[in-house]
């Protein structure tokens, strides 16, 4: 298939001015040859049974099925006798077989990533979460289980959230600045969140892209990368889609520098703000308006000019497609490149803050001030606020502030300096005022208004302690290699996350992290070996302190 591909004649691809014509013969071509060497037949295949049954375990079940008929016939306390103790023979060779079977499964695919998590995810025990195929939604006033109506409803809702918000091949690329249309189409799969299931607004739309533009785009992504980190054009204070930034960096300066605030006898006051639907309501034009500010001209500005309108969408639900619909704001879901055209659209906030400092991660954003006096902080903090709030309106995004834990304004200081201020740290926002609230979970991390961590170190010991409980469930289904492996990719890093923040615990929660090794390394190696014990969890979290 390979020779046939080198010897077909490209010359009309290259020459042909119209992308989605070139794209057409190419896809037709490499379809034809694909075919030719793989064609599509239908088979007619039984369900495949289960790969962990051998030859004697099958012969097993089919005695304990023939004692089972017989003692059905006989109602027989003998015979039914007899039908337990097989019975309970088959269950027990039942889980030596699948215990040995998924250990050899891991062992081999122990170095390719990709292969051995799927595995995992196999046989880790999980919640069943229901299917959608007897589903009712409201569809113009009546309630409806047509997946053919359901599937257009979802497509008109996801296009239309925005007016409801506001109310009011390669190198073609280079000599036209077009896109084939069908690299812009992506099938939409609704996704539950939480809260009931016959609600629209409790699905998250994934948006899945033809695999050959996310090839495209990534080599595009890596130059504009690039350029903007070389010229250091993105804002220092945004950690998010960018490398080597991460939540745990946003968090660790946020609280780091509330810290060294609290401690010169300073009150800090905190706005977090929310963003509604930020990625579907960026206008096009508005962001396309911005990118020669960041070297984008001529015939790459056109590329993205093509790249961002007319994008289509269809939503797949239950095996049905919907009517296609066309995107009308946004940056592309499921892309390479939208994240990047979010932080070039969101850039230039920075530019308003006058008075406040800023942290942002992606679309997570704190404002935060520092003085001795109540009233300085407010005036700061209520003015820098509406600088963002015109900012946010020109660029048709909105804050979030209806929903409780979303965006709240938090003072922080000692206790002691909190109670003499005796005033609340007030910030009017619109016709309305920001929540004041007394703890907060920014980033991951629980903050409350004296910088107390010990909220935050229960809540993840508490995640990592139910993570362990499943462990325990498939350990007979792993090695000890896949199970360390299990334990140092999703456990450990819930203990360790922003440990640089609290390196001085109590007691109490020094005692907790030492019995909780015990119980892991019981749980890996089954019976505790000092040859062969997990490192210390306050070692790993000193350990992570520094990479930070």
Known sequence: ???????????????????????????????????????????????????????????????????????????????????????????????????????????????????????????????????????????????????????NAFCSYFNNIVATLKQKAFPLRNLSGLIPSEWKSAKIIPIH?????????????????PAISKVMETIIHRQVMNFLNENKLLSQNQFGFRPKMSTELAAVKFIAEIRMSVDKGNLVGAVFIDLTKAFYTISH????????????????????????????????????????????????????????????????????????????????VVLYVEDKNMESIKSKLTNDLANVAVWLDENDLIINYFNEGKTEALLFGTAKRICKSNESLSIPYGNT??????????????????????THFDACFKRASTRLRLLSKIRDNSNVDSARTIYQSMITPLLTYCGILNLKLTSTQLHKLASFRERANKVIFNDFRPDTELPSIMDLRKKRACEI
């Not at 379809?31 to 099958?58: C, D, F, M, N, Q």
């Not at 880790?124 to 195929?133: C, E, F, M």
């Not at 969140?193 to 739309?205: A, L, V």
């Not at 269809?314 to 009308?328: A, D, F, K, P, T």
């Open 285 to 364: 034009s508005k962001l396309l308006s911005k990118l020669p500010q960041y070297g984008i001209n001529g015939t790459e500005l056109d590329w993205f000019k093509d790249y961002l309108f007319r994008r289509a969408a269809c939503v797949s639900y239950n095996n049905h497609i919907s009517q296609q619909c066309y995107l009308r704001s946004g940056v592309p879901q499921g892309s390479i490149l939208g994240p990047l055209l979010f932080l070039i659209s969101f850039n230039d906030i920075v530019d308003l803050i006058e008075q406040s400092r800023i942290v942002k991660y992606a679309v997570d």
């Open 193 to 209: 969140k939480s809260g009931p299931r016959s609600s629209f607004d409790n699905y998250r739309p994934i948006s899945v892209l």
């Open 433 to 454: 005022v920001v929540n004041l609230t007394k703890k907060y979970q920014y980033l991951g991390v629980e903050v409350d208004s004296t910088l107390n961590l010990n």
């Open 1 to 151: 298939m390979n020779n046939e591909l080198r010897l077909v004649d490209w010359s009309y691809v290259y020459n042909n001015s119209n992308v989605n014509s070139a794209w057409t013969y190419m896809k037709t071509i490499i379809t034809g040859i694909y075919l030719k060497y793989a064609p599509v037949i239908s088979k007619r295949v039984k369900g495949k049974p289960a790969p962990w049954l051998t030859v004697e375990v099958k012969q097993l079940m089919n005695e304990r099925d023939s004692l089972l008929r017989k003692y059905r016939r006989t109602s027989n306390d003998e015979d039914f006798h007899a039908y337990k103790l097989k019975r309970n023979k088959v269950n027990t060779l039942l889980r030596q077989a699948k215990s040995s079977y998924n250990k050899n499964l891991l062992e081999e695919n122990s170095k390719t990533p990709e292969s051995f998590w799927k595995i995992i995810k196999s046989i880790y025990p999980v919640k069943s979460t229901g299917k959608n195929t007897s589903l009712s939604f409201e569809i113009d006033g009546e309630m409806s289980a047509d997946a053919s109506k359901i599937s």
